[in-house]
């Protein structure tokens, strides 16, 4: 996801991940050192998330000073927001790559994942959120959903939970997903569960919002234990721009297919089959999906079969509207108007 | 080179690239069906230039007029401002890759080369260029450059000026570019002639304000044949902003290094060098080098290894002084203010 001029809810800015504690994160270098050490390494790539990555100079100090002098410590200057933006050039070109803050995309022998848990303490935010569940003796049933940096934490919080009576419900989703509770923004399998409230415990909106558009029949509490608020997820803004999505695009002649080349977002199949049918639609291969670089093809919308998110989320950032899949089919009078559902990756690769 | 926002002199949709002419741009339609047949290809992959772009459902329509069914036209949607701007990984998954615009960077079976020679006369421009070029019975020496769009007229631009009594000063350069007589944004060596003026023929100022950067002893005529006008190559602006930047860096603590990971602009040893002797140069790799991606690094000051043009260019829209190797140089001491000078590559891969 881009987000470079505005802040916004969703903003990785506004998480945990750019708060004053990050101090305290561990970022395990015994675990990098002792990797380059059996590798004899000579070149250690790290990649940090947009929101961490002003933290690269000093862990580049900490190892530089544990490692031997010829070990050369590089940073990667891609985009970062997400587990599908790994950094494959620097993977290929470093004898140790690690990945900061996302849950891993790929394996590899090469890759060390260093997760970054959180170390706010989420009892005070789970205490506020009783405010907004309902009342266990009348509905003790409650889904349990939070992000990679909360996972250390998620025990502690389904016990919480159950010693107040409540019913947790928790399911580890698709292949996609690494842990039991575990959400990202393009999936919300894990929140499949039998419940008609799903609490989100974690910072920021980008993933209970994300959440809520997949799962409309559930209300969906947010705690986020990082700005310290409990609130409700609501999709009608968003729900809104959709459908304003939509209908601005029923009028399009030509048509950009957009096909991701990022590790995670291919779905090339659903690409090609838009271009067979639409002698309208044209396939436009690209990694990040940005407004800069769409502007110069002469297109009336694009169709993004990559990350969701940037078409939900950045989406009006572009100068013509872009639609997910789904929203594709509504615009051409292939679905009906009330189809209009969230766009999820589940299990794609 | 990504020039968004503002239109500026060398953007290109300030030359022939963008004009209403461009219908008569031979695409070679011919050489693309023929390849695709011998190598029964099943996905053509195509990129043109960012001011050609536009294009390009145009010239997919042409292609899937002629090729079979179930052939597939990809489009890349990489930014691409000059020959460094190969779109690798469509390289890498299409049967038949076509970059138009632009001369070889990699010699590829795979790849075609499409140069897009434009069809614009230049003999009224030359014509009026003889009011700012020497009185040939004075000073007969001119060197004569051009880009890779007007090559196809070199050698009539050559004779025009031979039979008004000049001496016609022409090199090859070094091997990194393609042609006798040709200028890249970061190279100038076929301008390494004996003659204190120059004349460039082509659109723009974005190759003449580089050459006269490169070398600013002799004097550039420009001959703009795509925006009728004739005028000197004036670097004051430019030099300004360069001074500007390396005073704003001299008290910069925390230096990042940037290496490109585009084909072409690869300087690691550059690199490397400066991390290896300065402790608070951190070493950032990265493709696009684009002010959004460098403004989570808390660094005070960057040193651009790779195209020297977004150092000087596209410079002023980064949040910290960006300098090129040698300014780096210059800023922290090693070099004194009077050695800065323009940031050329010469044969580097």
Redesign the interface.
């Known amino acids: 996801m881009?987000h470079?001029s505005e802040s916004k809810s969703g903003d990785l800015t506004k998480t945990g991940m750019a708060l004053k504690h990050d101090r305290e994160w561990d970022y395990e270098l015994d675990r990098i050192v002792e990797a380059v050490d059996e590798r004899d390494a000579k070149k250690v790539?790290l990649q940090f998330p947009?929101?961490l990555?002003?933290r690269?100079?000093a862990v580049?100090d900490d190892l530089r000073e544990r490692l031997p002098d010829d070990v050369?410590?590089?940073?990667?200057?891609?985009?970062c927001y997400g587990a599908c933006d790994l950094?494959t050039?620097?993977m290929r070109?470093t004898d140790v790559f690690v990945h900061f803050g996302h849950s891993p995309m790929k394996e590899s022998d090469k890759i060390i994942y260093v997760p970054l848990f959180s170390n706010v303490d989420v009892e005070p935010i789970l205490e506020d959120s009783l405010n907004e569940l309902a009342d266990p003796d009348e509905n003790p049933d409650v889904g349990l959903v939070t992000t990679a940096q909360h996972m250390n934490k998620f025990e502690e919080m389904r016990t919480w939970l159950e010693e107040r009576d409540f019913d947790v419900h928790t399911r580890r989703g698709d292949e996609r997903l690494t842990h039991e509770g575990q959400v990202l923004g393009c999936n919300y399998a894990s929140a499949d569960i039998d419940a008609d409230q799903v609490l989100y415990v974690g910072g920021g909106k980008f993933h209970p919002l994300g959440l809520a558009m997949e799962h409309p029949d559930k209300r969906v509490v947010i705690a986020d234990p990082v700005n310290n608020a409990v609130s409700i997820a609501d999709t009608e803004k968003f729900l809104k721009q959709r459908y304003g999505a939509v209908h601005r695009a029923m009028d399009a002649q030509?048509w950009g297919v957009?096909?991701c080349?990022k590790i995670g977002q291919g779905r090339y199949d659903q690409a090609?089959k838009i271009?067979e049918e639409n002698?309208n639609a044209?396939?436009?291969?690209?990694?990040?999906?940005t407004p800069?670089?769409?502007?110069?093809?002469?297109?009336d919308a694009f169709v993004n079969t990559g990350c969701p998110r940037i078409t939900t989320d950045d989406g009006p950032r572009f100068h013509k509207p872009m639609l997910t899949p789904g929203e594709y089919e509504i615009a051409v009078g292939n679905e009906p108007l009330d189809s209009l559902s969230f766009d999820t990756f589940h299990g794609t690769w």
Request: negative net charge; without cysteine.
């Open positions: 881009s470079t790539g947009e929101g990555k002003r690269g100079p580049t050369r410590v590089l940073l990667s200057g891609q985009p950094d050039y620097m070109r030509k957009i096909f080349t090609e271009v002698d044209y396939l436009i291969t690209m990694d990040e999906v800069d670089r769409l502007r110069n093809f002469d297109m």
